[in-house]
């Protein structure tokens, strides 16, 4: 009890010292969106960050926390100043602007209060991401931990907070980073400590919203909705409560159209008359209730979430060539690839209005699909994709590389050997990220491997995927070294043109990156002294031809059996600048009408 009391007036103290700190302001002086200036150190990111399971309770803790960095081993005490959560402390915006190294800790703390409103509920916290190993306390008491960059976690801290609920106690929370970078075996996609070419900074820590939420003893952990067009039905299922009954409400228009009820536990089936159709030309979102009813008609939980029917399929067109399908109609995927990433907040967009943006510039752009690259995005963004109308292909964050890349044979590419303890962290987080976004009804494809990256057991892997989940196609390996017979997909990589150097008849063909055009602009630059592309113009007409040029071959090789295709890319990052636009995202590298037209009539080559 001693010790308690000593460590709560210890972080008492250390939050008085603070609050005469310097105000928040963008560390560095590179360039910036224009959102940064937008950005509240007060509430940044303020949007209920989970609209798949939307609840009216909720508190967010994005905002000033007191951080430090200290060497591995030394307990936290010292505080170097103030971050802005969820910016990495590398990122501009988290107002600190530092690495952190392999043999330090990255320590982060605040207080919170827990409405006397919220008597009687659970309390559960929840992370969006925190890159890479999380230890989590609250008042002292150690509540969780997590390994994983990419995907949320949730603890509950009921037991911790003493059951003392009042808008006038301040709890005490505290998170302790890890995070290797490229120096272990963690899946990190693009990031290395020492960035260069198509390698970039470094992101440690929290990068996705902090927040907490209060929920009844028996509620809701998530929600499992699968879209079956052939049975006309959703099922749905709500994972988490053992007790009481679970009550399914489906709107369309407002308009209640289905409802089904099911034990804890159960599946249930909302049946759809004349269901309308889900595409990126037609979006149409359906609304969705859960409430888990306890004896006596009491409402214990409920959650507002959404879905849309749609199917992801293959089939031979009149030729025998194996073509994508959604909702079995033939349909040429055509996107750009998408890193993710921000001058000012790294993996973090600087506020919900940027991250719809680049979503929203796709749409403008003619095309409808995106591969997001090596990186998973914050449930916000896959929620912009669904409601706009852009397919995702989903990739896994690489890690270790692998020896010997062979992507221009199907029998003979090299594969990594990895540890015991690479492979099963490996399958973990592929896993986790596959279950965060499997009710999204954007993901169309799944890309386990990139170009060799890490790339192991590929038939294995691809088999487990389709296995988990056989609603969707499987990427085996984009770009990658080959396998007859490794999941739907046989994928192909070339720069800058397009080219076909690969067939397999018995999966769908794509080009999964090309193009790479760059136009390096002044005032836009990362580094004015380095830039980098496959190819470089000097001006936004040169690169328009540059592009329609290609777009018209790649239209040519579509009959020889392209289903799909990538461009390479939304936006120019650090040093890179071979994007549609700059990474300030301020300048429009192509003359749009001309982009968008060839764009669509590269995807009505198959209508």
């Given at each position: ?26 560390a560095?002086?590179?360039i910036r ?15 209920y ?41 590398e990122s ?29 509920k ?60 490229d ?158 990433w ?23 752009w ?30 896994m ?32 987080e592929?896993?986790e990220v ?10 169309a ?15 294995e ?57 760059g ?6 630059l ?42 390479t ?18 300048f ?13 009539q590269?995807?009505?080559?198959l209508?």
């Amino acid at each position: 009890m001693k010790k308690t009391a000593y460590f709560l007036l210890l972080f008492g103290l250390t939050c008085c010292f603070n609050a005469s700190a310097q105000a928040w302001q963008p560390a560095g002086d590179r360039i910036r969106t224009p959102w940064a200036d937008q950005v509240d150190p007060s509430a940044p990111l303020p949007e209920y960050p989970r609209p798949l399971m939307q609840r009216e309770q909720w508190m967010n803790l994005n905002g000033l926390w007191d951080y430090a960095v200290l060497p591995v081993g030394e307990a936290y005490g010292k505080v170097d100043g103030k971050i802005l959560v969820p910016f990495c402390i590398e990122s501009s915006l988290s107002g600190v602007g530092r690495t952190v190294g392999t043999d330090e800790h990255l320590w982060y703390h605040r207080t919170f209060t827990v409405p006397e409103a919220w008597k009687g509920k659970r309390v559960l916290l929840h992370f969006g991401a925190v890159d890479w190993k999380a230890d989590v306390w609250v008042n002292g008491i150690q509540v969780g931990s997590h390994t994983g960059g990419y995907t949320p976690f949730t603890i509950d801290i009921t037991q911790a907070i003493a059951a003392v609920y009042s808008d006038d106690f301040l709890h005490q929370l505290t998170v302790r980073v890890w995070d290797g970078t490229d120096t272990g075996f963690q899946p990190r996609g693009k990031q290395v400590r020492k960035p260069s070419g198509i390698w970039y900074t470094s992101v440690t820590g929290i990068w996705q919203t902090v927040w907490l939420e209060p929920v009844p003893e028996q509620h809701i952990d998530n929600l499992k909705i699968t879209p079956d067009l052939d049975a006309g039905c959703f099922h749905v299922l709500a994972e988490g409560p053992d007790q009481g009954l679970i009550e399914y409400v489906l709107y369309s228009f407002g308009k209640r159209i289905a409802t089904a009820q099911a034990l804890p536990g159960v599946e249930a089936d909302l049946f759809v008359p004349d269901p309308h159709l889900w595409t990126p030309d037609d979006p149409f979102l359906y609304d969705l209730d859960v409430t888990v009813i306890q004896p006596g008609g009491k409402g214990s939980d409920f959650v507002r979430s959404y879905c849309a029917m749609r199917k992801i399929g293959v089939a031979a067109d009149a030729q025998g060539i194996l073509r994508l399908t959604l909702n079995d109609k033939p349909l040429f995927q055509y996107g750009p690839l998408d890193q993710g990433w921000w001058p000012d907040g790294l993996y973090t967009a600087p506020t919900d209005e940027a991250l719809a943006f680049d979503v929203q510039k796709t749409k403008d752009w003619g095309f409808n699909m995106i591969r997001k690259h090596v990186k998973v995005e914050p449930a916000r963004w896959y929620y912009h994709c669904d409601r706009l109308g852009i397919l995702v292909w989903q990739d896994m964050p690489s890690g270790e590389w692998t020896a010997g890349w062979q992507m221009t044979q199907l029998y003979d590419g090299a594969e990594r050997q990895r540890s015991v303890a690479s492979e099963a962290n490996w399958r973990k987080e592929w896993k986790e990220v596959m279950d965060y976004l499997y009710s999204q009804p954007c993901i169309a494809v799944w890309v386990p491997f990139n170009e060799g990256w890490g790339q192991f057991k590929t038939k294995e892997i691809a088999d487990w995927t389709r296995q988990y989940d056989p609603t969707r196609l499987v990427n085996s390996a984009s770009g990658g070294n080959h396998f007859l017979d490794a999941g739907d997909i046989l994928d192909l990589h070339h720069y800058p043109q397009p080219e076909m150097y690969l067939y397999d008849a018995k999966r769908v063909n794509v080009l999964g990156e090309y193009g790479g055009i760059g136009l390096p602009v002044e005032g836009h630059l990362w580094a004015p002294d380095r830039n980098w592309g496959y190819i470089k113009f000097a001006s936004p007409k040169e690169v328009t031809d540059e592009y329609v040029k290609y777009a018209r071959q790649l239209q040519e090789m579509i009959a020889r059996g392209f289903s799909a295709a990538v461009y390479t890319q939304t936006t120019d990052v650090e040093i890179e600048v071979n994007g549609l636009m700059t990474y300030d995202r301020r300048f429009d590298k192509v003359d749009i009408p001309r982009i968008h037209e060839i764009n669509q009539q590269v995807i009505n080559t198959l209508r």
